[in-house]
């Protein structure tokens, strides 16, 4: 169980373009999901917080016009990444939660390798 | 604020030795914890982690980890390494409502 996928797991995009990164809770609902970034050697920086059916919060320094989150479901939430450029080359992890308990442990997707020619 | 150090940015261990990974944190409850590993461009797979109880934890692989509340640690450790445990090691904390705090970063590098 707490299975979490991503899609693409990797993608190759030209500079200028916008790329969308799927995260699905498959079977369980997830009442909130969480963006990461990932560089090379680096450990995972939290982006976005998101909560069904409501706007995400962004961490300090992270554009919400350039990264645009949507959790229309309760399985589903989406990375947008807008007018993409080769600094947002990256390694992009989704994880995702259920709500109700004092702690819900986060369940991580696999990851998403976006590299901006 | 709350803080999570892992004080070796990378160890060598040489295969079949015991293994300790150091983890390190600061906050004034006791929190939820976790270690996961991340081999080359995969994602974070879940070892062990702690919410309550028994201070010992048994996890995936071979490996444990055992809370200390007295010195806020909550090291990894495992009898005997094998070259495929290879990959970079994350600390976690779990404070309120699912949020996550990791650590910078173990790699672990296993000579023959």
């Known amino acids: 169980g707490a299975v979490v996928s991503q899609h693409p797991s990797r993608v190759i995009c030209k500079s200028g373009t916008s790329v969308k990164i799927e995260c699905r809770s498959l079977?369980?609902?997830?009442?909130?999901m969480f963006w990461y970034r990932q560089f090379p050697k680096q450990s995972l920086m939290l982006m976005a917080t998101?909560?069904?059916?409501?706007?995400?919060?962004?961490e300090q320094g992270v554009e919400k016009d350039k990264f645009l989150i949507n959790h229309a479901s309760l399985t589903l939430s989406t990375l947008t990444v807008t007018s993409a450029h080769p600094e947002d080359s990256s390694f992009y992890i989704c994880?995702?939660?259920?709500?109700?308990?004092?702690?819900?442990?986060?369940?991580f997707g696999p990851g998403t390798r976006l590299t901006v020619l | 604020a709350q803080s999570v150090t892992q004080p070796d940015i990378h160890i060598t261990v040489s295969e079949g030795a015991s293994l300790e990974l150091r983890c390190n944190y600061s906050?004034?409850?006791?929190?939820?914890l976790f270690w996961y590993v991340q081999s080359p461009g995969q994602g974070l797979q879940l070892l062990l982690k702690?919410?309550?109880?028994?201070?010992l934890v048994q996890g995936i692989k071979g490996f444990e980890a055992e809370f200390k509340r007295s010195q806020s640690s909550f090291n990894l450790r495992k009898p005997s390494v094998h070259w495929s445990d290879a990959a970079e090691y994350f600390c976690a904390v779990g404070l309120g409502y699912s949020t996550l705090t990791f650590g910078k970063g173990t790699m672990l590098l296993v000579s023959p």
């Open positions: 998101s909560n069904e059916g409501s706007k995400a919060t962004y």
């Open positions: 994880s995702a939660a259920t709500s109700g308990g004092p702690y819900n442990e986060q369940f």
């Open positions: 702690y919410f309550s109880g028994d201070t």
């Open positions: 079977d369980f609902q997830a009442t909130t």
């Open positions: 906050y004034g409850a006791t929190p939820y």
